[in-house]
């Protein structure tokens, strides 16, 4: 099995910034893509950011420029730097990670942690 557990969530006024992160820890595991996803009162869970074990990047287009996602491989870790948040940010954000080693390979979310932006 694989734990995430985050932190870093909380209140924040528009045009504040936030660092979210994700430490990964079980045995047997080797963590593949990371990513952070987020879900807003009423909406679908959506993608924010993913980011490969070789350091590649991918943005949902409304956080680009904003938003970075980083990741410390020697700590199983995931980062995500948000800057000049906006109220349409405010959400649950979930860590995600890939685990590529049987007998627990596959996807594995954290508890998430709640984001408010307030205007």
């Known amino acids: 099995q694989v734990q995430l557990v985050e932190s870093g969530g909380g209140l924040v006024q528009a045009g504040g910034s936030l660092r979210l992160s994700c430490a990964a820890s079980?045995?047997?595991?080797?963590?593949?893509?990371m990513g952070w996803y987020r879900q807003a009162p009423g909406k679908q869970r959506e993608l924010v950011a993913t980011?490969?074990?070789?350091?590649?990047?991918n943005y949902v287009d409304s956080v680009k420029g904003r938003f970075t996602i980083s990741r410390d491989n020697a700590k199983n870790t995931v980062y995500l730097q948000m800057n000049s948040l906006k109220p349409e940010d405010t959400a649950v954000y979930y860590c995600?990670?890939?685990?590529?080693?049987?007998?627990?390979?596959?996807?594995?979310w954290g508890q998430g942690t709640q984001v408010t932006v307030s205007s």
């Open positions: 995600y990670a890939f685990n590529a080693v049987a007998p627990t390979r596959g996807d594995y």
């Open positions: 079980g045995s047997r595991f080797r963590v593949g893509i």
């Open positions: 980011i490969t074990s070789g350091g590649s990047t």
